[in-house]
């Protein structure tokens, strides 16, 4: 079975065949049609394995859905892990030991800044330009440097848990 390299260079004999006057029309026929014939068949075996491709990446993105909800669900798992594992060493105090294995410890997150106040209420200079929207950072510099936002918004210290 020729490639389709093969068959191409085929077609260009014919057409040089074709445009002798030396070689018989018959002859040129009979090339044509067998040339015809592994065309059509390797034509077909291309579309079957392109069908079978086309089915492949149908299931590939199935499987991508699936694998990406159980991503997911791992990760929603874990947080829920975390979270219980923090809660009971801050019930029992127990804020930092070692095992074996690792260390764990509760750690003071960087402060964040809550706004308290209506977007209408915030001075502009902590705003974004573009749709209107509070420019957090801004206000937690400003905050952080002595300025009284009180009456819009506040710095809370969170934690979280690192196991390392």
Excluded: C
Aim: glycine content about 4%; aromatic content about 4%; cysteine-free.
């Amino acid at each position: 079975m020729s490639s389709l390299y093969e068959i191409t260079q085929d077609y260009l004999q014919l057409m040089e065949m074709a445009e002798d006057e030396e070689v018989d029309a018959q002859m040129v026929a009979d090339t044509l049609e067998a040339v015809d014939g592994e065309l059509e068949y390797k034509a077909e075996a291309y579309a079957k394995i392109m069908k079978n491709l086309e089915g492949d990446i149908q299931a590939l993105k199935s499987e991508e859905e699936r694998l990406s909800q159980k991503r997911k669900t791992i990760e929603s798992n874990i947080k829920r892990m975390k979270e219980a594992l923090q809660s009971v060493m801050e019930v029992t105090g127990k804020t930092k030991f070692k095992t074996q294995l690792f260390s764990f410890g509760i750690q003071n997150n960087a402060p964040s800044v809550v706004i308290t106040a209506d977007i209408k209420d915030i001075p502009a200079e902590y705003l974004r330009v573009k749709e209107p929207e509070v420019d957090k950072t801004a206000i937690k510099k400003a905050i952080q440097e002595g300025i009284d936002l009180s009456d819009i918004a506040h710095l809370e210290q969170s934690q979280s848990l690192r196991i390392r």
